[in-house]
């Protein structure tokens, strides 16, 4: 079973920059998607950027201007850089790897919490 291990995270003031990764236990190629996705207390998980094995990325309208999801290959890590974070940045961020066909799999990190202050 692939295991994901996010890091990188922690306090930071609004408007300053923080990168998150996620190295994974198997090769990222197996999969065909990995994500970030987050979660605040009392709001549900939701998606914030994808990049595909083939290394397409997609960045939500929520955060997009100022999130980028990017990978190296070489290491099975997949990384969020975050600038300009706001206070309502804050949040457990979360990384998951997602393989579709014959041997499907969805993986979950355990998350990195995210503080942003004022």
């Known amino acids: 079973q692939v295991q994901l291990v996010e890091s990188g995270g922690g306090l930071v003031q609004a408007g300053g920059s923080l990168t998150l990764s996620c190295v994974s236990s198997g090769s990222i190629s197996d999969f065909n998607v990995m994500a970030w996705y987050r979660q605040a207390p009392g709001n549900q998980r939701e998606l914030l950027a994808a990049i595909t094995n083939s290394g397409v990325t997609n960045v939500e309208d929520i955060v997009k201007g100022r999130f980028a999801v990017s990978r190296d290959v070489s290491l099975d890590t997949v990384y969020l850089r975050m600038n300009n974070v706001k206070v309502e940045d804050t949040a457990v961020y979360y990384c998951?790897?997602?393989?579709?066909?014959?041997?499907?799999?969805?993986?979950w990190g355990q998350g990195t919490q995210v503080t942003v202050s004022f």
């Open positions: 998951n790897a997602n393989k579709w066909g014959a041997a499907p799999d969805d993986v």
